[in-house]
């Protein structure tokens, strides 16, 4: 196991210390592969298996190649190359501009899908993202599991490669996720991260560019294995704190945690039907399997809300949201389910529903069941987990409730409540996306009231 880097929590009076004991994290680092250009190969399968280029507008224009697909890589293609050169190393190659809106979208679809496995999710450019996965585990699998899931998501859903690393720190993942592209997954397991560096180029280490490694060399240090058989006070000799840090990530040690950015401040589900409907009996058989779905996730990310929100669009594209507090907190399908259809039944008036999505807010931390919950309170518990066991092994729909069955339901569709790119690294790209989803209007006749619901809880 990896040691942690910061010191020890308390020191006794004897001057002995106790180190801090912490379990491995499971950190996941996942980059799209070729990414402007696959996106160009997808939406037009003519270009697939030959030389993509994007970038600028062409071989004779000035520019650099911002992506070239793995067939172009193959005649030395690479990004930031100039376009000439490119031009010259492959005449044949497709060459397309930046379709810079196309691939903020796209961006924001792969966020969305790392989201459903967790709420830390730190992207890092517009493909690719740290997640840490520590916490669901107990849902989903373990990192190998969870990175497998992503794969095959994003290649369902977005028609899309990407290549993930599984390790115990943002460091290891990293250069897993970029050892066997296209379509790689590297798993590093907890302990094994120093042997996992130590046959790599000195090169891969973070902060360590041509002139350090330049450097380097007049220690002897070839490998990252070179480095970390050095010793920690020589380094610290040479290069003050960043020898330091060069030799504890020589061996894997990264204490830079996954920064989730704001915590999500709802979780929700929603669904557009097929064909618009009145009918109740349809609509709250969808409210029960969002509320479902809601409600796993609430238990996933270890956290219970208050507040449930209906949100209704009719065949006029006219929205609403409704909204009411719970008396206690939940984490359970069915005191949302209660709250929504009770909502609902006050805004059913017989129109024509398009579009009915549920969300749960004002979060609080999952506390200990204690002496003021409910009797049946811890078994209905058991019954929740051990559902939600059976889904991490057998699939999402191996448990449904028996209303539910024969529904039909497509997975209920989950929304993406945030942008994470735009807000934290807010790339002209990504605000481009935004505008233009925001041009269409599709909220704009929105219309949010809070209400008063007596549950009957
Ligand atoms: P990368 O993830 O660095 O590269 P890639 O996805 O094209 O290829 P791979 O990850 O398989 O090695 O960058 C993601 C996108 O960012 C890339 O498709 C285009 C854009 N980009 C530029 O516009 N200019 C650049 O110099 C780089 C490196 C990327
Ligand atoms: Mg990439
Ligand atoms: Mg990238």
């Not at 290649?155 to 993942?173: D, F, I, N, W, Y």
């Not at 209007?441 to 949010?448: C, E, L, V, Y």
């Amino acid at each position: 196991m990896l040691t942690d880097p910061r010191p020890p929590t308390r020191r006794l009076d004897s001057g002995a210390t106790i180190p801090r004991v912490t379990t491995p994290r499971t950190i996941l680092h996942v980059d799209l592969d070729a990414f402007f250009a696959a996106v160009e190969q997808r939406d037009r399968p003519e270009l697939r298996g030959k030389p993509v280029v994007v970038g600028g507008g062409g071989p004779h224009l000035r520019g650099v190649v911002s992506a070239a697909s793995y067939e172009a890589r193959k005649f030395g293609i690479h990004s930031a190359m100039p376009l000439r050169t490119a031009g010259a190393l492959c005449p044949h190659a497709v060459f397309l501009p930046v379709d810079g809106r196309k691939y903020g979208r796209v961006s924001r679809e792969v966020m969305a899908i790392l989201r459903r496995y967790t709420p830390l999710v730190e992207p890092v450019s517009i493909d690719e993202a740290f997640l840490d996965v520590t916490g669901s585990r107990q849902l989903f699998g373990d990192g190998e599991a969870i990175a497998r899931q992503i794969k095959a998501t994003i290649r369902e859903e977005l028609g899309l490669t990407a290549s993930v690393g599984v390790g115990t720190t943002k460091l290891v993942a990293k250069i897993g996720s970029d050892l066997r592209k296209p379509d790689g997954l590297v798993v590093v397991p907890p302990g094994e991260e120093a042997a996992f560096l130590a046959p790599l180029p000195i090169t891969r280490l973070w902060g360590v560019g041509q002139k350090t490694a330049d450097s380097l060399a007049s220690f002897g240090v070839r490998t990252i294995g070179d480095l970390a058989a050095l010793p920690g006070d020589a380094l610290e000799r040479r290069y003050g704190k960043v020898g330091v840090a060069l030799s504890e990530r020589s061996v894997g040690i990264d204490p830079d945690v996954v920064d989730g950015g704001d915590p999500a401040k709802s979780v929700s589900h929603e669904h557009t039907f097929d064909v618009d409907t009145s009918e109740r009996e349809v609509i709250e058989r969808s409210l029960l399997g969002m509320a479902d779905g809601v409600a796993g996730r609430l238990r996933g990310s270890g956290i219970k809300a208050s507040t449930i929100a209906l949100k209704l669009r009719d065949s006029n594209f006219r929205t609403i949201t409704r909204q009411t507090t719970l008396p206690e907190p939940t984490d359970l399908t069915e005191p949302i389910y209660r709250a929504a259809t009770q909502l609902l039944r006050k805004e059913l008036k017989g129109q024509r529903i398009r579009l009915v999505g549920v969300a749960a807010s004002n979060f609080r931390e999952k506390e200990q069941l204690g002496l003021f919950t409910a009797p049946d309170e811890p078994r209905r518990h058991q019954v929740a987990e051990a559902a939600d066991t059976i889904r991490k092994r057998f699939g999402e729909r191996a448990v449904t409730r028996a209303r539910l069955v024969g529904a039909h339901l497509p997975t209920p569709f989950e929304r993406d409540p945030m942008t994470a790119v735009e807000r934290r690294h807010g790339t002209e790209i990504a605000r481009q996306a935004r505008d233009e989803d925001e041009a269409s209007g599709r909220d704009s006749q929105a219309d949010t009231e809070d209400v008063e619901i007596p549950l009957d809880a």
